[in-house]
């Protein structure tokens, strides 16, 4: 019977021991995830000229669709959406824009697009800055005029909680601040031509956000892309229709690409898919050779 008593006592302390170690390292993930977090960095300041007049206001609500601003991470018309909920791994509510570009000026909010900072110096954890720190002056400006634009609309307000998990992977690296990924972005190679160099400017502030900056394909945490290389499969139809319409080659419907096409690359214009579709032939021939 004592040797019973010592065998669960020496279990209990083990049980015990277990867990304060189990405490000790869930404090340190928190307190090194939240070092990463709270890291600070040069605001920007460079402003942007924001267009008036209709037109400019038109073109900026095409080019917020075809980059993602509208049916998509935002909601339908930017009123903010909970875009993930896995209390363990991270839970997401992009913000309302119709409330965001009335609390931040002209600067802050092309601070926050192209450089992945907020006012107070912390880069952005989810927004795709690295594909949009290429987009020019003219389309951010464009793209603010538009979001100024629309009445204010009821939504949820930003919300970002990482669980034991993200922060895990804010440690190894598989989850990294904006800022972080604009550092190791790869540029795709330079284009030959007028056409390509415009296909190339829509390539990285449009599919690098899914393809890798390098557009050579990338490991995202819910999905793995493929090399845009894929295109030379494609004739310039074929693509057309894929960016039109979300069909793949063979009548497919792609679980990432199609909504992605049908929600916002289907307002791309025809000299934009043409364009497109010339830059991302020519990488598909050199990545072959």
Not at 1 to 7: C, G, N, Q, V
Not at 185 to 198: D, I
Not at 217 to 222: H, I, Q, V
Not at 266 to 273: A, G, H, Q, V
């Amino acid at each position: 019977m004592r040797a019973m008593k010592s065998l669960l006592r020496l279990i209990g302390i083990a049980l015990g021991a277990v867990g304060v170690l189990a405490v000790l390292a869930l404090g340190a993930l928190y307190a090194l995830s939240e070092r990463i977090l709270d890291r600070t960095y040069p605001v920007p300041t460079a402003t942007v000229a924001i267009p008036t007049g209709p037109e400019a206001i038109h073109e900026g609500r095409r080019l917020a669709i075809v980059h993602g601003c509208l049916n998509d991470c935002h909601g339908k018309e930017g009123e903010g959406l909970l875009i993930f909920d896995q209390p363990i791994l991270v839970r997401i509510v992009a913000p309302n824009l119709t409330a965001a570009t009335r609390r931040y000026t002209d600067a802050q909010l092309a601070g926050i697009i192209r450089q992945g900072v907020r006012p107070d110096g912390r880069s952005v954890l989810v927004m795709p800055s690295e594909i949009f720190a290429p987009l020019s002056d003219a389309d951010v400006g464009r793209i603010i005029a538009f979001l100024r634009s629309v009445p204010p609309v009821a939504g949820p307000g930003p919300s970002i909680s990482v669980g034991p998990l993200g922060r895990l992977y804010l440690l190894d690296g598989r989850v990294e601040t904006a800022v972080a990924r604009i550092a190791e972005s790869v540029p795709p190679p330079p284009a030959t031509s007028p056409e390509g160099a415009f296909g190339r400017y829509l390539a990285r502030t449009i599919c690098a956000g899914c393809h890798g900056s390098d557009l050579h394909g990338a490991s995202r945490l819910t999905f793995v892309s493929p090399s845009l290389a894929v295109v030379a499969a494609y004739s310039p139809d074929a693509f057309a229709h894929l960016m039109r319409t979300g069909v793949a080659l063979g009548g497919r419907l792609l679980p990432v690409m199609s909504p992605r096409a049908q929600r916002n690359l289907s307002s791309l214009t025809d000299e934009e898919i043409a364009a497109l579709y010339s830059y991302l032939r020519a990488l598909a021939g050199a990545a072959s050779r």
